[in-house]
């Protein structure tokens, strides 16, 4: 079965850290560009960061640029989101999301990152994990 699991969520106090890791079963993620988003409760699905497949873009939203860095590991068929200095309003179910190399680029000249919204057409999508962010 072809799928994406996501884990490491958890309950973690204001400022505090968490590591998720979205790993590929029956299918290598060299090939795709790969995302994270989140959704919190009564809210729409938002793009959080992604990472290219083939010079490792990166892109961030601005709402976690500095906080959260974006990984992959080819070898270990998995990919990270470190997240560090963790707010409230960081709390959510994230998602990851396997797409083609366009689905994630950044601009050589202007460095402008660009993250195809949720509503594209995702090859693959992880069945999420809880983040909740309080004291």
């Known amino acids: 079965q072809l799928q994406l699991v996501e884990s490491g969520g958890g309950l973690v106090q204001p400022g505090g850290s968490l590591r998720l890791s979205c790993a590929a079963r029956?299918?290598?993620?060299?090939?795709?560009?790969i995302g994270w988003f989140r959704q919190a409760p009564g809210k729409e699905r938002e793009g959080v960061s992604c990472i290219s497949s083939t010079d490792h873009s990166i892109y961030y939203a601005d709402s976690v640029k500095g906080r959260f860095t974006i990984s992959r590991d080819n070898a270990k068929n998995t990919v990270y989101l470190q997240m560090n200095s963790l707010k409230p309003e960081d709390t959510a179910v994230y998602y990851c999301?396997?797409?083609?190399?366009?689905?994630?680029?950044?601009?050589?000249?202007?460095?402008?990152?660009?993250?195809?919204?949720?509503?594209?057409?995702?090859?693959?999508w992880g069945q999420g994990t809880q983040v909740t962010v309080s004291s």
């Open positions: 999301a396997a797409a083609n190399p366009l689905f994630c680029t950044v601009e050589a000249g202007t460095r402008v990152g660009y993250m195809a919204p949720p509503n594209h057409e995702y090859d693959y």
């Open positions: 029956g299918f290598t993620l060299d090939y795709y560009a």
